[in-house]
């Protein structure tokens, strides 16, 4: 695709590595008012997105392995000990 016809090359060399959105979305973190100039050939072309619930599950266990970083083991309870609990459902 040649610059001079595109009005906006640099949006071309621009990677969409996050589920397809727009470099604009991307960038920007909302959608625009006016639509940019796009050709309709490229619309067209659908592909097959390869490994989405492999990547989904390496994403979750890596919010995972965040998430418990700080967590710690609960004591055993044992005979006699004291413990407290909550009822769901207050009043």
Do not use: W
Request: net charge positive; hydrophobic share 25%.
């Amino acid at each position: 695709m040649d610059e001079e016809t595109h009005g906006y090359p640099r949006l071309e060399k621009h990677p969409n590595r996050r589920n397809g959105q727009s470099p604009t979305r991307h960038l920007m973190f909302r959608r625009t008012r006016n639509k940019l100039p796009i050709i309709a050939d490229e619309l067209l072309k659908p592909k097959v997105v390869e490994n989405v619930r492999h990547k989904k599950m390496l994403k979750h266990q890596h919010s995972k392995f965040q998430y418990d970083k700080g967590a710690k083991d609960l004591q055993e309870l044992g005979y006699n000990d004291n413990c407290q609990t909550c009822s769901k459902h207050r009043m």
